[in-house]
C-alpha cells in the first residue's frame, strides 16, 4: 500500500485507546467502541448516544445444550495512530471462540473470529488433572447485534440476496426492496452490505466479504433482521449445526483433528464524518460529451465557441454563469477506458479544457470506474487473468462496449491493480492538473482466486466473495492523493451501500438502480422511504446528486420534487439543465444553510402541516441574532396529481408574523392570517424563503 494511506487522513483523527480496570474503549471521530467481559464489542457509542441496546453477544450451542460460557475476557493487543488491535476470549464446555479485532481510525472495525474444540491443558497432559470428557457437537453458531429501536428505523442492503418479508405488503422489486424504512422483520441470503440507521445520521452499517463457514439451515435465512417495538437484531446465522468441514483426520484425538473455523465481518458505526449542514460546496455538471455536444477531439471548440443558446457567451462562460464549480468528463474524456495514460493529440484538447476551466475556477474531474480496456497497451493475457473480475456463472461475463471501438472488462479491485491505478492517478495529477475523480465503482462478486476472490467448499465447489476491503484500499488511496490537495472524490456505487469505502469519498452520485424501474414501472412508485435514505448525506457525511435519465414522462424537472424535499438535487448532465436548475442552486445558495438547520418532511411535523398529504415541506432553518426565524421551504408535489390550492400552515409556536417570497419564480406570495396558499403541477416544486416579521 502507498506510504500516505497509512496515515490518518483529515478529517479524521489518531485512535485513542483509553484502558479501564475491566474494559477498553477505543476513540475515534465521533465514536467510541468499548470491550467488556466478552470477545465482542459490549458497546457503540455515535454522536453521544449508545446504538447498541445490549452487548454484541456469540450465541452458541453444543452438545444439544445452550452453552455455558466459563470465561469471557479481552485485552488491548496494540494500539498506534491509524490502528487499535483488541483480542477476545470466550470458552464454553468444549469450544473456544477467539476474535482479533481490528479498529481503524474511520471508524472501520474488521472483526476475525475463530471457533475450535478445546484442548487438553498443560495439567491434563502430564496427568496432574483428569480431562473431563466432552463431546465436539456444534448445534447453533449465531452472533446477534442488537440495536436500540430508534437507531435502526431505515434499511438498506446491497442488491444480489434473496429477501424476504414478514408481511405481504412489502416491495417487490429487488432495488426498491433494498432500501426504505425498516417496518417489519427480514431475512435474507447471505448479504455483503447491510445499514441500518435512525431518521437521521446514526446507525450501523454491517459488511461481509465471503459466506465461507457460514452454514444456516436456511441459505435464504442467513441474515435476519428481527424488528420489535424496542429493538432490531441483526442476526448473523454463522452456523444452524454442526460444521461440515468438521471430520475427524486420522486417528488424532477428536480435538485435535479440527481446524479452526474461521468468519471475518465487520461494521462501522455512522455518521461516518463531521455531517455538513446539507451546504453546497460543489455544484457539479457531469457532462458524457459524445452523447450531447460532441466528440471530445473537438470538445474544446465546442466549449470555446460563443452560442445564441448559452445567450451569446461560450460554454464556459455559461458554466460559470450557473455557478457550476467542477466539471465532470464522463468516460469518453479518454479512448481508452479507466485509463490514466492519455493519447498525445486527446491530451492537448483536455489540458486546454482544463486551462479554461481553470481560469474560471472551475474544477476538472475525469471519469474512472471498473473496467480494463482491450485498447490498452498493458494488456497481457497472464496479467489480465490476474486482476479481472470472474463471475460465479459463465453468463455472468460483461464486457462494455464502446467508441473509439474496444471492449472493456470487469477488473476486481481485491487483485493488485487497485495500486497500479492509484499510482497511475497520482502521476496524472501532476501532469493535468485534474482536480479530482469521478469513481463508477459498484461492488461485484468475483470467484477469481488468482487474486484472493471466491471460496470452495468441502465438495470444492467454488463461491464468490465480494471485495469490500480490496475497494476500500482502493478508495484510500485515491484520497490520499486527493484530500491534501482539496480535490474531489465523487463515487457512484450503483444499487451498493458501499459504506466501508465512504470515509474516503466526498460526495455520491446516487440513482441509477432505479432508472429502469423508473422507466417501466413509474417514479411515483417508487416509496418516499427510498429517496429518503439514499438522498441523505447524513449517515455518510458528504453532499449526494441524483442521477437522472429522462423518458418521456419523467423529466429533470420531475426529479427536482423527490430530491429536494431529502435533502438533494439532480446532477445536470446537459447544458440545457443547467437552465432548469441554475434558480435553485441560487436559491439555496442566497440562503445561510451552513448556519442553519434542516428539518425534512420527516422530522418537522409538529411545526408545519399541508393540507394534502401529497405534498411535503422540507426547510432550512435560521435564527438570527434577534431571534428571528428565517426559513428557506423546500415543498414539493412528488405524485402523479395535480393540487390547485393546497394550504401549508406553520404553528403560532414555531413561527410569529411571516413574509413569503418564491425564489424560483421571484415573486412575493400571499399570506393570508399565517397560512400559505400554493399551486402544484405533478412532481411540482417550489423554493420558498419565509422570513419571520
Ligand atoms: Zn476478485
Redesign the pocket.
Known sequence: MCENASKVMKPFKPIEAVEGDTTTTIKVWGREYSFGESAMPTSVITQGEEILSGPIRIILEENGEPATWLHKSHYLMSTEADKAVVCGIQKSDAFVINTAITVEYDGLVGINLKMVPKGSTASEIFGHSKSKKVGFEVNKLWVEIPLKREFAMMYQMATGSTVNFEDENAPSDAVVQSCGALKRSMSMSFAPLITVTENGSRGFSYFCESGKNWEPTDENRAVEIVVTEEEVILRLRLLDGHPSSWVQRGNSPLANSYFPLTYHFGFLATPLRPVEKMARKRRILHIAGHHEEGEIDTYDTFLATPSEKFGGKNAYDRMKEAGVTTLILHEAWNTTQNFWEVPVKRKRVIKNIIRECHARDIEFVPYFGYEISTIGSYWDDEKVSEII??PKDEDGWFGWYREPFQRDYIV????DWKNTMIEGIRKLVDELDIDGVYMDLGMTE???EK????YRDKDGKLHP?F?VY?IRELFKGLYSIFQPRGGLIDSHQGAQCNFPSRPFIHSTYTGEEIVWFIRDSGAENIPLDYYNFTLSGKPSGVPVDFVIVEYPDWTFSMALAVTIINGALPRPRMFAHLDIIEPYWKAIDSFPTEKAEWYTFKDNTDWVKTSTDDVKVSFHVHTDLRGKKSLLACISNPTRRVHDDVTVTFADSFIGDYTAYDAIAGEELKVQQGVLHLSFEEFGTKVIHISEL
Do not use: F, K
Request: glycine share 18%.
Open positions: 473480475r470472474v476486481c479491485y481485491r487483485s468475483c470467484v477469481n487474486h484472493g476472490c471466491g466473495t471485495p480490496g
